[in-house]
């Protein structure tokens, strides 16, 4: 399967060169002037999203930077978590859902045919806003995703022909659980459901889930929530350490939450439109918009 | 068996014969209705209802049909042939009456003189006979028709029997052995009571088992339901005892199924009544000790005759009630309906159209004069 | 931004490797219909099909379709076809090969060996073994491809040789006798084997692995989806079939051909006459129908709701906003799920102990009314519990927030928005009560053939006594027949329905599907109601 | 409203009665009087009732009369009293059916008993011989065939129904379009809704003789296809109840493995199918019940001959079951073998009733543990 | 049935003289300086809310003055809902709900026998989180509280007997909806389905209603929770007009809202306390608590 695709490459690289110059071009119109430093991860380019008739993404054009905390924040409604679950296509599960535009992943366009979208959501991890361990255990919650990609093999089967990576499976396990900052916290009942773990324990165990499969994105839709403030600010802790070798992007409604964890952040706007995107700093101390300052000194949302 | 009624151990209102007069129910006073206006010598109009044998049921039937249409004595179809020469017991009847109404006038009752408009109405329920011999005794039914004896459906005794229910004999049956058509194609039309015995208590189950038979299949043995008159006719006259054990592959409750069995289903026998044969569904000669009764009516020995084993008597039983006058075993309407039957017309075109057997003249004045004395 | 992994991205698998796997999945689909054509008689085991008798035709398409199979397999191993197997085809895939090796080991050794002698079981067990170890141990491109090819490729060679040819029989030799033979044996052979190719053929469409997987089982289940609907339309399509004629003897269209109906005292003449569902049995009609059954099911259905729809709404009510949730509401609910699942009969059995000593002692409208009225009791109760449940407390809140009672708020809140629900619930539930025939068979069957003129009149039939209970109507104590149970009748009374009718077959089949009308249209009118109300509260 | 005090105490009876007394002291003496007067009035009816008496209708004109006047004066409490009376004539039925039934199988109980250990048990000899035989002597009620037909006709629909049903189920929650799924679900209800005397009559006219003439069995009636048709029948219920269950399982459940790369089928049997395992199960149990309780298909194809088949697998053979041995013979059977008839009935009632309560159990479980978790 | 309730009011009255009067003095215990201007119209005094064995409010002691309006703040889960929920008894509709201590209502205890509920919440009315209208035309939305209390007769009979309150009725709606400012958008589709309304509208539908019956004080959950900014600020002006008339007390999640709208504050913090109550611009600028104070500035919640 690698030879073929690679042989196919060539012909999409060509196209994402174009696009992608497209793309800077429409970003420099919206505003004049941000830049980041480092390779873009993750490009959109006049996406829209339709519920039925409703349009509840407009014309969004943004580049997010690789290894770095993007926020995303904006009154409820405003199309945040549309925005971020059109990343990893997880907007394919809503049946009335429609998407029109581009979106890259490391240049490849993402809404294409042949797309392969397993291999996406690998690499395009996600954790969600209130915690979603299966019902197994800890262990199992962990190596998942890598025994359903074959990666690990630990069924009846593998085990009966001696082929079960059991040492594998363990070291994934602990640092997996050291990444999410979980793994003194469990280390002795590994074998419990996670079911039994506390809101914030089971929020770190989503996130050494999500981190396993090793993706190169994580995708966070309000991670905290559904937490207490101390559990929050073990995951913020996190994401803060995440961003040095995942690209990290954040929905957040706490604003305080975004200025203290975020390298970049993009304001929306209810309506769905991307009103202003730039360092935190600058959009929290001087952003362009009036409305954006509405937003950020509580005069309304 | 007994007489312990079908509502089992429910409750309180226990004998058939108790909760008939009505003095039991709750709500319904329609039966306590029908017995007083009886006894106060007007004639209940109410829905007449018989219940039971399938062997029965084409004569009852067809009887109630003609009754329920009433038609006018120059329609053709109820009349068998349009042509007056023609119509059986003409000069008996001779009357310018609607069909019912000259029936039932005979009992006293008011003639309507419309057309589909019996002076009381008349249905007709199909199951077997012991489901007739049970419903009439409990009440729930006017007639109970059977195509056996209720003394050997219920186990009674006669004592009991003539307690309790008076015997209308309607017609005869000359019980047929059927067998499906491969059977028949294969040359065996003729078998002997000692062989048929054989086939039904189990002892063969393969047709080329039989003597001189070489056709090799199964043998798919039919019978009836448990209870009903053919079976129980069939036990008493062919294996000797009401009681008698036999083994069959199926038992199906009504003759019509069982023709449609045998017409269906390859290397099959049965026991049922001769309206149910066709060319389907043919009867075979038997042979009772040496003597062969055919299946053909015109043979020496027929399956036709009275001193056929297997002849046997079909009755439309009711009940002996306070309420009916003199306390006997019909009321009005009963009687009404019941004599139609008894009459050349109604032996003609009710029994003898069906492939029954007519009842002998004697026979039938007897019955004639039983029911005669309920008229007012 | 390694080469390797970013090109995983993309599906790259060419046409031509997609079009073999797709050729196999469209023969193993070939030999799917032609097994079901085979079943229905549409195909005979005995004839030709373009030429070629059935059966080696059935065994050289199995045989090629075992070979391609193998060969995409080995193909795969090679590296000659692009795919991502995983390293073994996995537990379930290795327990459904062996268990048709394991069948065709049993029958083969029974066939050889004599049925019911251990030899067959223990080559049962050997073969299934060995097709266990062979999808297990491989690779999963082999593994979930030589053992099922190969079982195809046997059962090819068994129809092809003609060890299995038209005319075979295999006696099992019991004491009730019964043989298998081609014409059962042949097709469901195919059947099966078509679709354990069909599966594997999909898997390796999808190129092995987790996708290979999801396409294998996808087809699966879309085959299952497809085969249930094709049931249910050949089941209706053949009773409308049948049914027309019957149904149509002597239908006529045009003014004043129909009978008159009275309503409000206004006499109309229909413009249409359909002597089957206006007419019942008479002699002197031209056309026998059964009006009779139709106003008794009617009936039945008018009395049963009358009685279990109040019943089951207040019952539900007290449940939902009066009782405290607890183990009185337990103890209601185990019970009316209990009552839901008991059996009709078990429902007949209670009426005739129970209703018929107390109407009369004897076989009546009510009893049965009431017996199916139980029936439809637990139905209606669940159903317009769950509605009553599904009712937004906020409603209740709102209501009770402005200081209105909770009687009141019941019936100007919830009912009301519990309406569409209860509503729909008690359709549906008439719908199945209307096609019962185990309880009115004991407590209301009336006669087979009954003439028009005994159609049920239970509003004319009222009357007022001077004896308690003063009101009677001896339409409702009287038997009177329904739909299902004249279907019943009429097959038990099978043909010789006497002179009266002319086609009794016709008339049964006419019979069947106006039965299904009625039901059905309880149900389209269920159904419909359902989406109506979904649209309609959709704008919330 | 003197009911409040008869309901099940729940062990705090002192508190229950003390709330009742209150009750009793903040309610209008009028409304209190009407509604008592009124249950008594429902309650000498439904006594007269049982008891067959034709002065039943007496206290249930009082029972019309004082609800009339108590929804026009005490609404509020009348309407409370009323459905509470509702509900309470559901378990009346339930308990009716019971007492019903069970009586009447009393008699042939105690003429079918067995000495064992020198201890007589009632009925027993019914589940040990196999012989029936209302007709000939010794007369028997064996249960033992039915039991048997019974079984081998739920085992074959259940084959037929759980897999087929599981994957439609499937099918529908998880993979079906919403085009597709919007033919195929009513289509599935419609399958429900066809009455079961219309399979029986194109099983009785079409399948019975096919099977007979392709298995070359003596005459007509299998199991095999009396399964078939029934586990058909039984579908619907394991289709309709497998997709509540499998849609109630949390999308975020289901989100969260599809985000870690995992394909939408190994997102069902991994994730979807054992979080909704119990659901399921109770769904197939549920069919199990409804094919057990099938009465006219088996009565119309069925043989009608109550004797095991020979051997106990021979599935071509049909003999009958518990249901169609009711159907067949409550018309003239009177006396002991009417009894047996209901002892079938109740071997039904309490089989289904068992099962009923069994998956009520397992969904209460399943609700219990999603509950949890979401 | 209001006569019953008027005659034991007698008895309760002198019960409430001596209550009151302990109030004022636990009061002063907890703020010791905060005195408003103008009556009481709600009082409560050691008032604990379990929900089973949950402890969700401790010991609230609080008076509200009338004709004003009173922001209750506080974290997620700190026991405002349920708070505000004990001033018309709505716990009671919670089965698991037991209230202990009391709440006086014009100096009248509600947590005692005989109490009329009825009138209670008549006079105490409720505005809920999400628009909840009954899926009824907008005009029976607004007689349904009068009809119920038969202060307007409607029905067909009463149409038959020419003794219905149509004009009266009309009156009615239109005073109502003109005090919910929703009159201008409405009154050409009376009669069209409340559920067809906007949110926005939909709530100052529901704040109408609940003015229909002529409530004296008027409780809001979180009213503009669900809402967009422009529907919100709309619902802030109404809430503000109503103060005139009405004892208004309004639970929110939104800092600044509670800032701009309310007279005075109450600060309720994790466990069910009620920390701190005062002017609202005290609060805000001001407050004596370290933890409001960092509540306020967003430290967390
Ligand atoms: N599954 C869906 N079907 C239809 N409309 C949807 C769906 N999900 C979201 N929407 C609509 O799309 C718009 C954007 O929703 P989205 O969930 O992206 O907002 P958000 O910014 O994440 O808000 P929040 O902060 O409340 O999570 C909203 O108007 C919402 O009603
Ligand atoms: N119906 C209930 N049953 C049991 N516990 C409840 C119930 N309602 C609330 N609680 C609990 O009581 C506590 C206070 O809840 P409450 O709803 O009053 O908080 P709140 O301040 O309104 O929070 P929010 O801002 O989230 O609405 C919480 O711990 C909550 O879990
Ligand atoms: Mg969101
Ligand atoms: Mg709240
Ligand atoms: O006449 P039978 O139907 O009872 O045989």
Known sequence: MSETTHSERTDTDSTIETTAGETIEQVQESWTDYKFQGEAKLTSEGLDVYYGDDHALKDVTIEIPEKSVTALIGPSGCGKSTFLRSLNRMNDRIRSARVDGSVQFDGKEIYQEGIDLVELRKRVGMVFQSPNPFPKSIHENITYGPRKHGDIETGLLARLLGRDDWDEAEELVEQSLRQAALWDEVADRLDDNALGLSGGQQQRLCIARCLSVDPEVILMDEPASALDPIATSKIEDLIHDLAEDYTVVIVTHNMQQAARISDQTAVFLTGGKLVEYDDTDKIFENPESQRVEDYITGKFG | ?376 | ?540 | MTETTNEPGTGTGQRRIRQARRFVDRTETGALVTVSVMSTALLAALAGFLAVSSLTIAPFALFLITAGYGWLRHQELTARALTLAMTASTLLILGLIIVFIFQASMPVLSYESMRVFGVEVPGLRMFLETRWDAVSDPVRYSMVPMIHGTLVVTVIATVVAAPLGVAAALFLSEIAPPAVRDIVKPGVEILAGIPSIIYGFIGFTLLSPWASRQFQTTGQGTYLFVGIVVGLMALPTVVSVAEDALSSVPESMKSGSLAVGTTDWQTMTSITLPAAFSGVSAAVILGVGRAIGETMAATVMLRGVPRLTDPLINVFYGQETLTSLIARNYGEADGLQMDALFVAGTILFVTVLIISIGSQYIEWRMRKKLGGEV
Request: with cysteine; aromatic share 10%.
């Open chain 2, 1 to 376: 068996g007994g007489q312990s009624s079908s509502d089992g151990g429910s409750d309180g209102s226990s004998g058939g014969d108790e909760t008939s007069d009505g003095s039991s129910d709750m709500t319904s006073d329609g039966s306590s209705d029908e017995t007083s206006d009886d006894s106060g010598g007007g004639n209940s109009t109410e829905l007449l209802d018989a219940e039971g044998s399938s062997t029965v049921y084409p004569i009852a039937n067809k009887g109630s049909s003609y009754w329920n249409s009433n038609a006018p004595p120059s329609d053709g179809e109820y009349w068998g042939e349009n042509d007056e020469g023609s119509v059986p017991g003409w000069d008996e009847i001779d009357t310018d009456m609607l069909l019912a109404d000259y029936f039932a006038s005979q009992f006293g009752f008011e003639p309507t003189e419309q057309r589909s408009e019996a002076p009381f109405q008349t249905t007709v329920g199909l199951s077997h006979s012991g489901t007739g011999c049970e419903a009439v005794v409990n009440g729930l039914v006017d007639i109970g028709n059977s195509s056996g004896p209720i003394t050997a459906e219920l186990g009674w005794s006669e004592e009991k029997r003539d307690n309790t229910v008076v015997d209308n004999v309607v017609g005869r049956d000359g019980q047929p052995v059927v067998v499906s058509k491969d059977v028949s194609d294969e040359g065996i039309d003729q078998l002997t009571g000692d062989q048929i015995r054989a086939i039904y208590q189990g002892e063969v189950d393969n047709w080329s088992d039989l003597d001189g038979v070489s056709y090799d299949q199964e043998i798919y043995v039919i019978g009836r339901a448990e209870g009903s008159g053919t079976d129980t006719s069939f036990r008493l006259n062919m294996l000797g005892d009401a009681n008698a054990s036999m083994e069959v592959d199926t038992r199906q409750g009504q003759n019509q199924q069982v023709a449609q069995l045998v017409s269906q289903n390859d290397g099959a026998i049965a026991y049922m009544a001769l309206a149910f044969t066709s060319d389907q569904v043919l009867p075979i000669a038997i042979d009772f000790e040496g003597t062969v009764y055919e299946p053909d009516r015109n043979a020496e020995h027929t399956i036709y005759d009275s001193d056929y084993p297997l002849n046997r008597d079909l009755h439309m039983y009711t009940l002996i009630e306070e309420g009916n006058p003199n306390g006997g075993g019909r009321d009005r309407r009963e009687a009404a309906f019941i004599n139609m039957f008894l009459t050349e017309f109604g032996q003609t075109l009710f029994v003898e159209d069906n492939n029954y057997i007519p009842l002998p003249t004697s026979d039938l004045e007897e019955m004639q004069e039983a029911v005669n004395q309920v008229k007012p």
């Open chain 3, 1 to 540: 931004m390694a080469s390797a992994t970013e090109s995983d991205l993309i599906s790259g698998r060419t046409d031509s490797t997609e079009a073999v796997a797709g050729i196999a999945v469209g023969l193993a689909a070939l030999l799917f219909a032609l097994s079901l054509a085979t079943f229905f008689d549409v195909v005979s085991v005995t004839g030709t099909l373009v030429g070629v008798p059935v059966v080696p035709l059935v065994g050289g398409l199995l045989i090629l379709l075992g070979g391609a199979i193998i060969t995409f397999g080995i193909g795969s191993y090679l590296g000659y076809v692009e795919t991502t197997p995983s390293p073994t085809a996995g537990l379930v895939a290795a327990v459904a090969a062996a268990v048709p090796w394991f069948v065709a080991g049993v029958s083969v050794g029974s066939i050889m060996l004599g049925s019911g002698s251990a030899g067959g079981v223990v080559l049962g067990l050997v073969t299934g073994a060995v097709a266990f170890a062979a999808t297990a141990f491989p690779r999963e491109d082999l593994g979930s491809t030589l053992p099922i090819g190969a079982l195809s490729i046997l059962a090819g060679l068994v129809l092809l040789s003609g060890i299995i040819g038209p005319e075979w029989v295999w006696d099992l030799g019991w004491e009730q006798q019964a043989s298998l033979t081609a014409g059962f044996v042949v097709p469901a052979l195919t059947l099966a084997t078509s679709l354990y190719v069909g599966w594997a053929a999909a898997k390796a469409y999808g190129g092995f692995g987790a996708r290979g997987r999801h396409v294998g089982a996808y087809a699966l289940v879309y085959v299952n989806a497809l085969s249930i609907v094709a049931v249910l339309v050949i089941l209706l399509a053949f009773t409308v079939f049948r049914g027309i004629p019957g149904l149509l003897t002597g239908a006529e269209i045009g003014l004043g051909v129909g009978p008159e109906v009275g309503l409000f005292g206004l006499s109309v003449q229909l413009p249409v006459s359909l002597p089957f569902v206006m007419n019942g049995v008479a002699l002197l009609n031209d056309y026998q129908g059964v009006l009779p059954a139709i106003v008794g099911t009617f009936w039945l259905v008018i009395g049963a709701v009358l009685f279990a729809v109040p019943l089951g709404i207040g019952a539900a009510i007290f449940l939902t906003e009066y009782a405290e949730r607890g183990r009185f509401t337990q103890a209601v609910e185990v019970a009316t799920n209990g009552l839901w699942s008991t059996p009709s009969i078990v429902f007949g059995l209670f009426g005739f102990a129970f209703l018929i000593p107390r109407f009369g002692n004897g076989k009546s409208l009510l009893s049965g009314m009431l017996t199916l009225g139980f029936m439809l009791l637990p139905l209606v109760l669940i159903t317009s519990r769950e509605a009553m449940l599904s009712v937004p407390d906020e409603y209740r809140d709102a209501s009770a927030a402005l200081g209105v009672t909770k009687w009141q708020t019941i019936r100007s809140v919830v009912l009301p928005a519990a309406l569409p629900g209860v509503v729909t619930g008690v359709i549906l539930g008439v719908g199945r009560i209307a096609g019962e025939t185990a309880p009115i068979l004991l407590t209301m069957a009336g006669g087979t053939f009954v003439p028009g003129s005994q159609t049920v009149d239970v509003i004319g039939g009222f009357k007022f006594t001077a004896t308690p209970p003063f009101v009677a109507n001896p339409e409702l104590l009287q038997a009177t027949s329904a739909l299902p149970y004249q279907l019943f009748a009429l097959i038990t009374a099978g043909v010789g329905l006497g002179d009266s009718v002319a086609n009794p077959n016709d008339f049964r089949w006419a019979t069947a599907l106006i039965l299904l009308v009625v039901v059905l249209s309880f149900y389209a009118i269920g159904i419909g109601a359902r989406y109506y109300f979904r649209r309609k509260l959709q704008y919330e």
